[in-house]
Structures are given as C-alpha cells and as structure tokens.
C-alpha cells in the first residue's frame, strides 16, 4: 500500500473480525452431487424398467397408433407401440413395441400377438372396449423358455390361449362344413371346448382341425369317443315322424362339433394330448358301428345306369352292406358296345351273424375270404340294378341269388377289387311287378261273381211280382177311404169358421162385451190406485170428505 | 482506474456499508459492524459456486427433457409428453410461435445460460481482457430471462390444477417436472452466485493476494 491514501478513509469503519472456520471446501458441491445421484438414480430406474424391445409384423395397423395404443396381457398395459413401419418389399406393416420389464417373459418363442379389434361374428362379440379405448395389441403368453425379438402377428384372437388347462386333439375331415376357428365342441350338448385351428392338409384332401378340450372335460375324451359334425340341423323322416337334431342354436348358424361314445362300447382311456380322431358327417354315421372289414368290389354293367352315382347303396337279402364309390363308362372295341364299370365297397361285418358264420365256415373248410365269394357266385350270387321306387325312380344294386344265371363267370381281381358277375335288371323288374299285377288280375274269381249277380237279380224280381200282386189292390182301397175322410174334415172345418170366426155369432158377441166390462174394472182399479196412492191414509181412516178420487 | 480492493475497502453485501478492511489476521474473517454480515471484496468462492450449480442444472437437465413432464387425458386419447414431443405436438398442430416460445423458454434457454456461466467463469478465471462491458451485459440478460424459463413448470402446475373433469380431460404432472424445476433454480441460483465484479478484475492480478479478495 504504498500509494497516497486520503486520510478520511481512516475514518472508515473497520470490521470486526471473527476467527475463520476452516473445515470443508464448501458445502456448495453437495449440490451437483446431489443432482448427479438423483439423475443418475432416474437413469437407472428408466433402464432397469425398460424390458425388452419386439418387432411385430401384422397384415393391418388399423386403429394402431404410435405412443398410444398398448400392449395387453389380460387386458393389463405391458407395453407401448414406439413404431409402426412398412416391412420393405412386403405388404405388411412392422410395429415396434417396448415391454415393461416385468413383461419380459411376453417375448416367449410361442408367444402369439393380435390386434384387438371390435369383431361381431355368429358366434358372438368380442373386443367391444375397443371401440371406446382403441384397438390394442392382445398377447398370449407363450410356454417356451427361448426369448425371441420378431412375431407374426395373428389377425385374430387365437382361439384357445396357453393359459387354459386342457387338451388338444386332432380331428381329420373330409369336409368343414361350416366350422371354422372359434367353433364349439359339445359334449351332451354342453360345450366343453372349442376349435382351435383348422387348415386343409398339405395335399388339400382333408381338413385338419385341431380342438381344444378344456380340462376337466379332455378326461371325457377317450380313445373310444366319435367326433361329428354337429353343424345345422339334422332333419330326418320315418317311420316314427320328423326328427330334427341339433346341438345348440348357435351351432345352427356357427357350426360346431360333438362328441359321444357309441353304445356298447367301453368307456376307454383319456385320450392323450394330440390324439387323432375322424369327423363323422353326422350323429347317425358316427353312432354306427365301425366298418373294419372292407371288400373292394367291380361290378360291369351293360346297361344305362341312370340314376346310379356315387354312394348309391348296395343291397344284400334286404340290407344295406354297401355302395357305390365310382363310376366310369368304358367301351368295348370288339363287341362295340359301352359298358359301365362300378367300384364298390362292401363292408361284410354287416351282415352280422350271417357274417361270423360265413368266417366259420371259411376257417372250417380252409378258404380265403376271395375263394368264399367264389363259391357264393358259383351258388348263383349276382348283382343286379333295381329300382327301389317306381314312382322316384331310385336305383340301388342288389346282389341276389339267380340260381339258373346266364353267366356262370369266375370271380377275378381287377386293380385289387373283387369282381362280381352281374345280371341284367331294370326293365326285366319292371316287368316282373307288371305280371305279378296280372296273375293278381288272374286271380279274381270273374265267373262266381257272374253267377251271384244273376241269383241275385232272381230273386229281387220275384219279389217285385209279389208286390205287384198283392200290395197294389189294398192300397188303391185304402186310397178311397182317405177321400171320404177328406170330405168329413173339410165339412167340420166350415161349421166351426161360421159358428166362431163370423163378426154377428154368438160367440164373438159375448166375448166382446166381456172385453168392455173388464176394460171398465180396470180403469177403476187404476184410479183407486193413484188414489192409495196420494192419500196412503185412507187405508186406515177411509175416504177424506170432499176429495174424489180422480 | 483504482478500485476499492487497492484501498482496502469493501462494501457489506447486507447493508451497503462501506468498510476499510484492517487489521484482518490470516485466520479471521471480517464481519460488518453494523449489520453483523460477513464482508468480503469479492463474493466467496464465487466461481466455484457457479460451477457446481452449473454441473448439478447439467444433470439435471437431461431427465427433466427425457421423461414425461405431463400427462394428459382428454377421452379418448391419453398423451404422456416430454418437452419435446409437447413442442413437436404444437409444432404438427400449426402453433408455431407457442412452439417456438415453449422450445425457446425450457430447452434453448437453459442451455444458453449454462453456456453464457461457463464461458463467463472461465473468462474470468483466465482474466480474459475481452470486451468486460459486453460480457457484463450478457450477465444482466441472464439474470433477467433466467425467471422465465419456470414458464413450464407454472404450465404444468396450472394444468394440472385447472383441468380435472373426471374421466374426460385431466392433466398431471410427470416426473419431469422436479428435475425441471431444478434446472431453472440451479441456473437461477448459479447466476446469483458470479460475481459480476470478477470481469473487471483483469489486469489487477498483481494486486492484493488472493486471500485479500475474500
């Protein structure tokens, strides 16, 4: 401080001096760390929440929307849509979602995603909350351990979820019907599961369905259930009336499936997960009893088979053992003539006992099931085209006995089926029916009855002569002794009109004066009434002097 | 030009008095004697103050533009914003200047301060020469604009306050909102701390000790 100081400043206060508190540099940088700890700490937290980050392809975004729709499991948030993209190259779109941490196992390999959408079907509505809250992705939270980060997505809820206890079975079919996803499955018309996929084979020849049966009804499927198409209605007419079957009503209109055992037949074990099983058509083809047994059969007919197609059946001694698989007509280049070749299947268990002991037989006499058929041919067996009704013209082949047939041909194998000789039918029946209905003309008794008529015309004309005779003459007496009556009556009559009916007779005299004199004691009668009437006293004190009655 | 440092004289930052600072020890502070407030040249440890309310609103400042700041319901949609996406939603919506005046306010503002504090310490630590009467100025801008950047939080206070119609529009808080407010605060108390006279300290480096400022 060497440079001149103005002296006033000496004046200045000076302060007072406190010993310094040497301690810690300064309280200040608590607060940056303060503000590292709590950043960091919210960094953390964000880190240790986000969960997983999955791609979803689905055909359609529709109702998605970036930062608002969720993902629900259960209808629980688990997760935000952070992206919706076009797959390049591909007509899809590509949502990227974030899960919640805690949501980490959603990302299952068999996880399965969708977007819930309001949906109206037969079968019923679902997804209603959606259309106030917005679509949302659905998730069904998969079983597996893999973690995977990329989904196709369903573009409907999957019908049955991993969460749900129960079994899985596989149903082949020829045909679908109306079923599809989501259709149930009864048991004694309760619906105890319901259809969980269904695809065509990979060869297209049959459907594949996979059902779901939950627990504790997949105990009831056991290895002796029958599976059958339980869809619309079934109706039916015999002998005993209309029958109309069908599970529900919603399976009138959805479709559905049922399941039952047959009678008789054991109850069986569960079934195991993923048993396969065959769809009847109906109730009735599934209650029947399996057909183990089948014999492939050709038939050659050369004659037209209108009428005849495919299922047509097959009659043996009045049963139906069969039908009719294929048709085709062939022609032959030597006789130059069209044939008709018929492939068949006959199912021989049913002809029941006649059956077992046709088997017998075969065992006893050490035959094969082919060398019995020959012998059965050779006996005179023969299939032969009938008509089952004139009227609708149903055809049905019959095998039938033709002892003296025409055509003694051996049994051969042709492409593994059985061929049966045939006899010519169709027109030959008809005309069986028409002599039947002659030899039944035949046999009305035409000269009895003749004979009778004339008996009987005898006699009604010796009765008609007898009348004539003795009837006739007493009646025509009678009739004059009725006219003399007639005169009698008509003389009576006309006394009685002048002594009665004529205004001077007597009679009418007296009565009209009788008329008067009671007209008279009426009119009394009434003013004697008004009388009383007015003056109910004089009953009592009798009549008031001076007062008249009126 | 002499300053009141060279004639050891301070003025008490409680009551304006002005003191000839004498006869202090090497391990004593001085206190005013009038008004009991402690006296110094210069605001104490000022530059480091700055810094660590700097570090601590840079800290801060990025969970509060990272997370929700505000969530609003309005049936039926549902938002969860962040500063940004707020900004960006204005943006989309055609209210560019309320854009611009929410962007400019909470992210351009504090970021810009923290800038302007940390170019200041460092100015000064250096005793930059460089324009001391610009670099005053960009101070007292400072102080005055550094109030409006609370401009959110009063927004999402407000909202959240005044909009609560059930199940059809609400508006709440997020957890942005803290850190928020503890970048303006900070920045705000950070401003507070710089000592504005440090700028014009240059030049005078050879002149009382370091302990004397303090």
């Known amino acids: 401080m060497s440079e001149p100081v103005d002296p006033r400043l000496e004046d200045l206060p000076v302060p007072v001096t406190r010993r310094r508190k040497r301690g810690w540099p300064s309280a200040v940088w608590i607060v940056p760390v303060l503000a590292v700890v709590a950043a960091g700490t919210l960094a953390i937290r964000a880190y240790l929440e986000a969960g997983p980050t999955i791609e979803i392809t689905f055909d359609s975004a529709e109702g998605l929307e970036v930062g608002q729709s969720d993902v629900r499991y259960k209808n629980v948030p688990v997760g935000k849509i952070s992206s919706i993209e076009l797959v390049p190259d591909q007509p899809q779109i590509l949502v990227t979602v974030k899960l919640q941490r805690g949501a980490a196992s959603l990302a299952a390999k068999d996880s399965r995603f969708w977007v819930e959408r309001p949906r109206i079907g037969v079968g019923g509505v679902s997804g209603v909350s959606t259309l106030l809250s917005g679509a949302y992705i659905g998730v069904d939270r998969g079983t597996s351990n893999e973690r995977v980060d990329r989904f196709v997505g369903l573009e409907k809820p999957p019908g049955v979820t991993h969460d749900q206890v129960g079994r899985r079975f596989r149903i082949t079919a020829d045909d679908a019907g109306s079923l599809g996803v989501q259709s149930p499955v009864y048991l004694r018309r309760q619906q105890v599961g319901l259809i969980s996929e269904l695809a065509l084979t990979p060869d297209g020849k049959r459907v594949d369905i996979e059902v779901f049966i939950s627990s504790p009804y997949d105990r009831d499927v056991t290895d002796t259930a029958v599976f059958w198409n339980a869809s619309g209605l079934d109706v039916s007419i015999d002998a005993s009336g209309l029958h109309l079957d069908t599970q529900s009503l919603a399976t009138v209109v959805a479709g559905g499936i049922a399941f039952g055992f047959r009678d008789g037949d054991p109850p069986g074990h569960p079934a195991a997960d993923g048993a396969e099983f065959n769809l009847f058509e109906d109730r009735g083809h599934a209650m029947a009893r399996p057909d183990r047994t089948r014999l492939p059969l050709a038939m050659r007919f050369h004659e037209p088979l209108r009428g005849v197609g495919p299922g047509t059946p097959i009659d043996f001694e009045g049963l139906r053992i069969g039908q009719i698989d294929t048709l085709n007509l062939g022609y032959d280049a030597i006789r130059h003539e069209f044939f008709s070749d018929v492939d068949a299947t006959v199912y021989p268990e049913r002809l029941g006992a006649a059956y077992a002991a046709l088997v017998d037989e075969g065992k006893r006499r050490d035959r094969t099931g082919p060398q019995m058929l020959q012998a059965l041919v050779a006996r005179g067996l023969r299939a032969q085209l009938r008509s089952a009704s004139l009227i609708t013209g149903q055809l049905f082949i019959a095998l039938r006995w033709f002892p003296n047939a025409r055509s003694p041909a051996p049994v051969v194998e042709r492409d593994g089926a059985w061929v049966v000789p045939t006899e010519p039918g169709g027109t030959d029946q008809i005309q069986d029916q028409v002599e039947s209905i002659v030899a039944k003309i035949d046999k009305i008794p035409f000269d009895a009855i003749g004979s009778d008529t004339r008996d009987a015309m005898h006699a009604a004309t010796s009765l008609l002569g007898h009348l004539d005779r003795e009837v006739v003459p007493t009646a025509q007496q009678l009739v004059g002794q009725a006219g003399a009556a007639m005169t009698a009556l008509r003389d009576s009559l006309g006394a009685l009109r002048d002594n009665v009916a004529a205004p001077d007779s007597a009679i009418q005299q007296t009565a009209r004066s009788t008329l008067e004199q009671l007209e008279f004691a009426a009119r009394s009668l009434r003013g004697l009434a008004d009388y009383l009437q007015h003056h109910p006293e004089s009953i009592l004190r009798g009549r008031a002097s001076g007062s008249e009655p009126r | ?214």
């Open chain 2, 1 to 214: 030009m002499i300053r009141g440092v060279d004639l050891q004289l301070a003025s008490c930052h409680g009551c304006d008095l002005v003191i000839r600072m004498r006869g202090i020890g090497r391990d004593a502070s001085a206190v005013c004697p009038r008004c009991d407030a402690p006296v110094r040249f210069r605001k104490r440890n000022a530059r480091s103050h700055v810094l660590a309310l700097g570090v601590a609103a840079a800290a801060l400042y990025f969970p509060a533009n990272a997370l929700t700041i505000m969530y609003t319901e309005q049936f039926p949609e549902r938002r969860a914003d962040t500063i940004l996406s707020g900004v960006k939603f204005l943006w989309d919506r055609g209210s560019w200047a309320l854009a611009a005046i929410v962007f400019t306010a909470s992210i351009l503002v504090p970021v810009l301060k923290l800038g302007a504090l940390g170019f200041l310490v460092i100015s000064t630590t250096r005793h930059w020469a460089w324009r001391p009467r610009a670099r005053t100025r960009l101070y007292r801008v400072l102080e005055v604009i550094g109030h409006w950047s609370m401009l959110d939080v009063f927004v999402v206070a407000l909202l959240a306050a005044v909009v609560q119609l059930g199940q059809f529009a609400r508006v709440s808080p997020g957890p942005a909102v803290l850190p928020f407010a503890g970048v303006v605060i900070l920045t705000m108390l950070a401003s507070a701390s710089f000592d504005a006279r440090a700028i014009w300290d240059q030049g005078w480096d050879r002149g009382p000790g370091r302990g004397a400022y303090e």
